[in-house]
């Protein structure tokens, strides 16, 4: 039998890591503008 719990990550309750960067409206356009569109090949 399993003595301890596999799945338990140590610190994964925790919130105190930094905050994670966001683009700014430019950024996203400048983004979308950069990706190729898709074929619709449905």
Do not use: H, W, Y
């Amino acid at each position: 039998m399993i003595k301890t719990n596999p799945c338990k990550i140590k610190g994964a309750g925790r919130e105190d890591f930094p905050e994670r960067p966001v683009l700014t409206m430019k950024q996203v356009f400048v983004l979308a503008d950069a990706i190729k569109p898709r074929g619709s090949g449905c």
